[in-house]
């Protein structure tokens, strides 16, 4: 058994995944100690976790002395953390200890290509790093974006989400990144679902759900323009609110709740429409749905384009497309086979690539003898 430090960042989206690594790591009998905040924090003490909360210290150097004061206590084996989490390439160097990086973000394209050979790996993963960590900050930080980037570039493993088919430039994927598919939080599988998706099984009509995890991000829009574009479709609208109140614009053909646990719904729908998180999208992906995407971030942007480029659905290219716009692209993807085949074979190759088990597979591959050992 070793001791392992793991850590879920503030960004919510964020949290499932490493959540998802913590339990493969804990059910192959491994100890794991995590830093987290929030939300994050409490679903890796629900989890078992031994948790260490960062609750206003988001500063590397803060990070840095919390994971040497672990360290200190009780010898840890190896750093899994976030790629974004601040302080880790400081604290893998410092205390010596092999870091396994997971980058929960799309890849940036295009990568700069390198020139000599010998160092074209690393050049590439830098670049890459460096361009990954510049789209979650403001300009102003560039300089730091670019420093974290050639330090995470020093990662013993990094531990990417997705696949190759979502890649628009396959070959610029640096050396050293390996796909690990979708890292997924399975004890959301528990929730009961609502008594109406027992008669999806026997909808006649196409389902579309309509998903998005942030409200934040613009998703209570999404799923209003969704329901008034719908609306006098012949298809069964199946909406998550997340606690937005969409007032009593509910056409009849339509099913809301608040939350929805994806297993049950996935297997009936024919379209999903999202406004392109990350983690989101491959989870409908991974079941082989295809799916209209409006992203309104220049992230979400990037998945959107994926998608598309992937044949698994269609980019709206804005993040509040008007309703005629997404009634067509909905009535397309329904109507034209090639997405739901393309939206398949995407979905197997996620689920080729191994999940949250598979992650811990490589993340033990970082463990001394002694640790291995104990296996």
């Known amino acids: 058994m070793a001791h392992l430090l793991v850590t879920a960042p503030a960004n919510l989206a ?64 190896a750093l899994v953390t976030d790629a974004a989490t601040p302080g880790a390439a400081l604290a893998a160097a410092q205390l010596r200890l092999p870091w396994a990086a997971v980058v929960l973000e799309p890849m940036p394209s295009p990568m700069p290509r390198a020139g000599a050979a010998a160092t074209r790996a690393s050049q590439r993963a830098v670049a890459w790093l460096r361009a990954l960590l510049e789209v979650r900050v403001d300009r102003r930080s560039t300089a730091a974006a670019a420093l974290l980037g ?23 994927v640096p050396a050293p990144v390996v796909f690990v598919g979708v890292l997924r939080d399975e004890r959301h599988d528990d929730d009961a679902p609502p008594l109406w998706i027992e008669t999806l099984a026997d909808e006649p009509r196409p389902v579309v759900l309509v998903a998005h995890d942030l409200p934040a991000e613009g998703g209570a829009d999404l799923l209003q323009t969704a329901l008034d574009a719908l609306a006098i479709d012949q298809v069964r609208v199946v909406g998550m609110t997340a606690g937005e109140d969409v007032g009593d614009g509910v ?38 749905v295809p799916l209209v995407v409006a992203g309104a971030t220049p992230e979400q942007a990037a998945v959107a384009a994926r998608v598309e480029r992937a044949g698994a659905g269609v980019d709206l290219r804005t993040g509040r497309p008007r ?33 949250a088990p598979r992650a811990a597979a490589l993340i033990e591959e970082l463990l001394p003898p002694e640790a291995r050992d104990e296996l």
């Open 14 to 77: 964020h949290v499932p995944p490493m959540v998802a690594v913590a339990e493969a790591l804990l059910e192959r009998g491994h100890r794991v100690t995590a830093l987290a905040t929030g939300q994050g924090a409490d679903a890796l003490a629900r989890l078992g976790c031994e948790v260490v909360r960062l609750d206003g210290q988001h500063e590397p150097r803060a990070t840095l002395d919390v994971i040497a004061a672990v360290h200190a206590a009780a010898s840890l084996d």
């Open 150 to 172: 050639e330090a995470l570039a020093a990662a013993d493993a990094l531990i990417a989400t997705g696949s190759p088919m979502l890649e628009l430039d396959r070959d610029a």
């Open 251 to 288: 056409p009849p053909n339509a099913r809301l709740a608040e939350a929805l646990p994806l297993a049950a719904v996935l297997p009936h729908a024919a379209v999903a429409v999202t406004s392109g998180s990350w983690q989101g999208v491959l989870e409908l992906l991974a079941e082989g």
């Open 323 to 355: 309703p005629i716009r997404l009634r067509n692209a909905v009535r397309q993807v329904v109507r034209e086979a090639g997405f739901g085949e393309r939206a398949r074979a995407v979905g197997a190759e996620l689920r080729a690539h191994g999940g």
